[in-house]
């Protein structure tokens, strides 16, 4: 076993501090902005919503299209609306909205429902040039990106939760010198993310082999996972927000945590 590579189990929890370190008032958990959605669905970024406030996040406020007004659900309660384009995502009008929520939160998360509009994808690489903080990107908001690789992995506060093909896209995007194969043991995905992360500031969280895979700074942790579902669907990316919100500089340790906590109901 290498010294840079440590297994976590939910009986075995690497670093219990972490869900202790909650701060008790909500007000002090921190802000979260969810961005994501077009005409045709936004479940994503509705679980992402409804997790991240069990999960304890201070506050939590979602971006979407103009054209999903009349369709939320009244559960959602802090809902901003943004210009949209023909296609029904957002458009490049939306960004000062997209500015705005950027501002007011601690974190934000790019949760996916985005479609693979092109005018979205320039809105979205405008947010990475101009945000600075903590962001967050999972589901098809990766893919949405694609153009804009190298800014992405070279941009500090920034954690990736994705799929092994979106990390297979990744390494060949910035013509990063080792091959990765869905036949790979895990052994060899964790010495490439390894030294991926040693070169990049990026935090990834990656599934492979049933196992879940956290890398930041050259240090690596696996977890046992039986619920891709949970990864589609965007509910593990907004557990990890949350905990982010509260640990800022710990990514490791903050996602990590977020896998194996004993549970999400909120402390009062």
């Not at 559960?75 to 000062?96: E, W």
């Not at 696996?222 to 907004?238: L, N, V, Y």
């Not at 927000?241 to 909120?266: F, G, H």
Request: with cysteine; hydrophobic share 45%.
């Amino acid at each position: 076993m290498h010294d840079y590579w440590r297994q976590q189990t939910t009986e075995t929890p690497l670093f219990p501090d972490i869900e202790w370190s909650k701060p008790e008032r909500r007000s002090a958990r921190g802000k979260l902005g969810i961005v994501g959605g077009n005409k045709l669905g936004f479940a994503g970024v509705a679980e992402a919503y409804s997790t991240a406030l069990t999960t304890g996040a201070g506050e939590v406020r979602v971006l979407l299209p103009d054209c999903l007004r009349s369709s939320i659900p009244k559960t959602m309660t802090d809902v901003v609306f943004a210009a949209c384009n023909p296609s029904g995502s957002l458009a490049k009008a939306a960004l000062p909205e997209l500015q705005a929520l950027a501002d007011w939160s601690n974190a934000l998360l790019l949760t996916g429902d985005a479609g693979r509009n092109s005018e979205t994808a320039i809105v979205y690489s405008d947010l990475l040039r101009e945000y600075s903080g903590q962001l967050i990107i999972t589901r098809d908001a990766v893919d949405l990106v694609k153009n804009d690789t190298e800014a992405l992995v070279n941009r500090p506060h920034t954690t990736l939760v994705i799929s092994f093909a979106q990390l297979q896209k990744i390494f060949q995007a910035v013509y990063y010198p080792k091959i990765l194969t869905f036949s790979m043991q895990l052994l060899q995905l964790v010495e490439a993310v390894h030294k991926f992360t040693i070169t990049y500031p990026v935090t990834i969280a990656v599934l492979h082999r049933e196992t879940l895979v956290v890398a930041h700074g050259g240090a690596v942790v696996s977890t046992k996972w039986d619920s891709p579902m949970a990864i589609w669907r965007g509910h593990t990316a907004a557990k990890a927000s949350a905990y982010l919100l509260w640990t800022p500089n710990q990514p490791l340790e903050a996602i990590t945590a977020s896998l194996v906590s004993a549970s999400t109901n909120d402390r009062i």
